[in-house]
């Protein structure tokens, strides 16, 4: 069982910035996959940005030229850049591992085999 823990999460005021962070248990070499994940109250959960192997990424549309997600191979952890923040950006947000996903041609195809960290909050202020 993967152990993954975020970090990084706080109050922010609009137009800020933050850095996410979550490291791995385990070596996250071999991972296919990692991904940021969030979920605001009342919603579902969606998809932020997720980074394959190859250092290909996928973002969500309303994130795309704000956020950045890398991944440090070396330290098992992955990290989500925020800028330019907005109040409804405002969620908990989960990292995830997915053992057998794939990202291509700014698509995701998760394998639905995976961990998820406990999540970290972020409340962006208006």
């Known amino acids: 069982q993967v152990q993954l823990v975020e970090s990084g999460g706080g109050l922010v005021q609009a137009g800020g910035s933050l850095r996410l962070s979550c490291v791995a248990s385990i070596d996250i070499t071999n991972w296919h996959v990692m991904a940021w994940y969030r979920q605001a109250p009342g919603k579902d959960r969606e998809l932020v940005a997720a980074v394959g192997r190859e250092d290909r990424t996928k973002y969500e549309n309303s994130v795309k030229g704000r956020f950045i997600i890398s991944r440090d191979n070396s330290k098992n952890t992955i990290y989500l850049q925020m800028n330019n923040l907005k109040a409804e950006d405002t969620a908990v947000y989960l990292c995830?591992?997915?053992?057998?996903?794939?990202?291509?041609?700014?698509?995701?195809?998760?394998?639905?085999?995976?961990?998820w960290g406990q999540g970290t909050q972020v409340t962006v202020s208006s």
């Open positions: 995830n591992s997915d053992v057998g996903g794939t990202v291509w041609k700014d698509n995701y195809y998760p394998s639905g085999i995976g961990s």
